[in-house]
């Protein structure tokens, strides 16, 4: 008897074959990958899209690009039909993911759970079309739980298997309490699985624990398991640590278009190839292209991080924005002009003032200790002269422009 792939025709397999190109692009690991194929073969000859699951909690709504690396391959598989469920998990936020803590995290109110909630789907809006996905709050069926289901639930896992997870390992090594709660907290998000029959879950690599809890509690509740499509974790703007806010090597989705633009130059040569592979919308050949030109010279990293930084504006601003963007970058640091167009702050302060005081009240800085750092790093400019003095008195006049590192240009209005 013939196995599902062989049943296929010439052109369903060419299908499959470029579905699971498009997938597997930037792909840390698929568990497993045979399992995908068959879904995806399945799924084109039974004319039924797959149902591909993200559990969020949403403990910290600001996008930035590290979170699209997910929703991305997301839309990858929206573009192709499938249908999104997204979890938001106003049940498991309330626990706290332990993932990667070093101690419990603190609990959410409804309340913070449904405004991080809206929060997200606007911003999820720039990524996917948020009009065709799944919207799925997994208190509808968690909360619906007997104690009795939960005891059962828990009879289908072991603690060994639980005390896997390395973030338990080291807070148990360390002498740190970990809470019972904490150890339902993957328990639930298999469940979650289970209830929606999800054919493929996404996550980083940092999920990949809690990912396949969901394989585990299918094949426990007589399901067909889902594939585990894990993503890597994109490194910020240092190179090295995880893109996050706390370490101020983000690129935000909701940045200007100057200031994302300006951004993007500072990503590392050796990590652009994987910011076009996780964060753009370029297909497969596409990539190859480019990687096949930096390699033999046709592309100059410059250029290519130039295309690199026009592409993430233009996805989130549009194709004039970008343009725009590109233009200002090239007329201020590659030319070391004054960008044409600086914003306006009205002043309504004294006539002289201190230009520490000038800086804060204007909020070009947050601090005046702030402010004196980048006044002795030489990083303020006024009307393009180089500030030294951090004790320099300024005549505030109407029209008169202040810099602030490369990137912040404001025009005094009075």
């Known amino acids: 008897m013939k196995t599902l792939m062989e049943q296929l025709t010439k052109d369903q397999l060419a299908e ?31 004319n039924t899209p797959l149902k591909i699951k993200l559990g969020l909690d949403p403990s910290a709504p600001d996008v930035h690009l590290g979170h699209t690396v997910v929703l991305n391959k997301m839309r990858q598989f929206q573009e192709n039909g499938h249908i999104i469920q997204l979890i938001i998990g106003d049940f498991t936020g309330k626990i ?62 072991t603690v060994a298997r639980l005390m896997e997870r390395d973030d338990f390992e080291e807070r148990i090594a360390f002498g740190k309490p970990i809470s019972l709660h904490e150890f339902f907290y993957p328990l639930m998000q298999g469940y979650d699985s289970v209830v929606l029959e999800s054919d493929v879950e996404l996550g980083g690599t940092d999920q990949h624990f809690n990912v396949l ?58 990590l652009m190839i994987k910011y076009f592979e996780l964060i753009t919308d370029f297909t497969p050949d596409q990539l190859k292209t480019i990687k ?59 006539a002289v003032t201190s230009v520490i005081d000038l800086l804060v009240d204007l909020h070009l800085l947050k601090s005046k200790s702030e402010a004196r750092r980048m006044i002795e790093n030489r990083g303020i400019k006024i009307n393009g002269n180089k500030v030294e003095d951090t004790q320099l008195r300024i005549n505030v006049t109407d029209g008169l422009i202040i810099q602030v590192g490369k990137r912040k240009f404001a025009k005094i209005r009075i």
Do not use: C
């Not at 609990?107 to 919207?135: G, P, R, S």
């Not at 930096?294 to 504006?313: Q, S, W, Y």
């Not at 924005?321 to 090239?330: L, S």
């Open 96 to 157: 706290g993911d332990p993932t990667g803590k070093s101690a419990a995290r603190k609990q959410l109110t409804d309340e913070e759970v449904k405004h991080n909630a809206k929060t997200y789907f606007e911003q999820f809006a720039k990524v996917i079309d948020m009009e065709k996905v799944e919207l799925h709050y997994n208190s509808k069926w968690l909360s619906e739980l007997k104690f009795e289901d939960v005891i059962q639930l828990a009879g289908k896992i």
């Open 292 to 350: 096949d030109d930096l390699e033999t010279g046709v592309l100059h990293p410059r250029d290519a991080k130039m295309l690199l930084g026009k592409t993430i504006v233009r996805i989130y601003h549009g194709t004039e924005a970008a343009e725009k963007a590109e233009q200002h970058f090239i007329t201020v640091f590659q030319q070391g002009s004054m960008p044409e167009e600086i914003p306006s702050i009205e002043w309504k302060g004294e």
């Open 16 to 46: 499959v074959q470029r579905q699971i190109a498009i997938y597997s692009q930037g792909v840390h690991d698929i568990i497993p990958v045979e399992e995908l194929e068959l879904k995806v073969a399945k799924s084109i000859v039974e």
């Open 213 to 270: 809890m969901g394989r585990h509690f299918q094949e426990k509740f007589g399901k067909e398991k889902q594939v585990a499509l894990l993503m890597p974790l994109l490194e910020g703007l240092d190179g090295v640590e995880k893109m996050s806010k706390s370490k101020n090597n983000y690129i935000g989705i909701d940045e200007s278009p100057q200031e994302m633009y300006g951004k993007s130059m500072s990503i590392p040569d050796e």
